[in-house]
């Protein structure tokens, strides 16, 4: 590692790389708006959509206007918060039973969001944290009640003293939760790169060309990077700070179709980035990791189960398969918010059907025959066997050492 380097923990931080001036989001605290990057559209156009309801926030999700799991859940978390905000002055009272009927609401709208995009966890993880976190709060004014001999006035008073206006609870639990998980991707991202390098040092699998600097040729697939979260990326954020640590010799892109998230997104991230990369055809990947000697596999999660079985973009399960036969260490990288540990494995996550025409057709184009039958899922699993490590903000695990933690 060169000697002027900063230190990982540094660079694993979210920095805005001085081309990358585009965020996958926007948040106006001082008037409570919000608007996403319109992800459709890039790389030819940059398009900023104002979100200001939950519906608005359905629909981009719904539409991938927005997509990665961990953006998809900042986007339902701000949309309802856009939502509410209308509402504040109907949520401001002495009466601890509004609280209740906030929560409820906030579980209705919050109901509504998770339909959009059901593989992706991490809004679920999210939401329940956040109804928690209101029932706990309405239970505590609740149980704050007078021991009966204080004035109408009186409990007035008190109840104005103890019971807040629940948005402003929403609003600190909503920026609370975004900076927790901006520290949870710099740890995770440590932990990663240090996995990663430790892995392929222990199989005398780093640097294929066996020069000194030990750099490393990395495959992935969809896209992982600062356009799928809020924060640097996971699989593809290990890639940016591995290049930034000089240890980087190559990144492989899949062109990830039907959607081309690796085309149109990742190539996008990495050029801007001045990362070195090839961008390679999903089928030519067999091939690639033969021709180019790839040293090790990360790819993101929408949902992990309990032991391990993993739900990504579609194609990931056939690159575990590729990696398993090349002897290529596969990672997944990805938060904990990302596993589920209330399903015991990959057999009860639901796997999302795109529709017909996202595979159909190209810009409205049909490349294909007129009422070709068509099965298109967004998202595989990929079995547990086939992964090497599950990689976290709270250590690195094998499939069987993930299902300990639960």
């Known amino acids: 590692m060169a000697d002027d380097l900063p230190p ?40 900023y959509v104002r979100v200001r309801s939950v519906q608005d926030g359905y629909e981009a999700i719904k539409e991938m206007k927005v997509r990665g799991a961990p ?49 992706a966890i991490n809004l679920a993880n999210a939401f329940h944290e956040l109804i ?27 109840l104005k003293n103890t019971v807040a206006n629940p948005l402003e609870k929403l609003k600190h639990f909503v920026l609370d939760w975004q900076s927790r998980e901006s520290a949870e991707n710099a ?24 020069d000194n600097n030990k750099k490393l040729v990395v495959m992935t697939i969809c896209n992982t990077g600062q356009l799928a979260t809020s924060s640097l990326g996971t699989a593809l954020g290990v890639i940016l700070v591995l290049h930034r640590l000089n240890r980087l010799e190559l990144a492989i892109t899949l062109e990830t179709r039907p ?17 070195p990369f090839r961008l390679i055809a999903d089928s030519a990947a067999a091939s690639a990791m033969r021709h180019f000697g790839v040293d090790v596999v990360l790819v993101g999660a929408d949902q992990v189960a309990r032991n391990g079985d993993t739900a990504n973009k579609i194609g990931t399960y056939a690159l575990a398969v590729l990696a398993r036969h090349h002897r290529v260490p596969f990672f997944v990288v990805t938060p904990m918010a990302s596993v ?67």
């Open 340 to 406: 589920n540990g209330r399903i015991a494995s990959g057999g009860e996550i639901p796997i999302e059907e795109r529709p017909a025409r996202e595979l159909t057709q190209w810009h409205g184009v049909p490349i294909c025959p007129s009422d070709c039958s068509v099965w298109n899922p967004a998202f595989d699993v990929t079995p547990a066997e086939l992964i090497t490590k599950i990689l976290t903000e709270k250590g690195n695990f094998s499939p069987t050492e993930l299902t300990d933690q639960f």
């Open 132 to 158: 928690g976190f209101l029932k706990h709060d309405e239970d505590n004014n609740v149980n704050n009640n007078s021991d009966g001999t204080e004035t109408a006035a009186e409990t007035n008073q008190r």
């Open 8 to 47: 990982l923990s540094t660079l694993c931080h979210y920095q805005q790389q001085p081309k990358a001036s585009l965020k996958s989001h926007i948040f106006d605290e001082s008037d409570c708006s919000f608007s996403v990057l319109d992800q459709r559209l890039l790389p030819s156009a940059v398009e």
């Open 259 to 275: 959607y081309n998230q690796g085309s149109r997104l990742t190539a996008f991230e990495l050029q801007q980035s001045g990362v």
């Open 71 to 119: 953006l998809i859940a900042t986007v339902g978390m701000f949309s309802l918060l856009v939502d509410v905000t209308d509402s504040a002055d109907e949520y401001f009272c002495s009466d601890p039973s509004v609280q209740k009927t906030f929560r409820q609401s906030v579980e209705r709208k919050c109901q509504m969001l998770l339909s959009a995009r059901p593989t």
């Open 187 to 210: 740890a995770l991202l440590h932990n990663s790169v240090q996995a990663v390098l430790n892995e392929c040092e222990a199989t005398k699998n780093i640097g294929q060309n066996d």
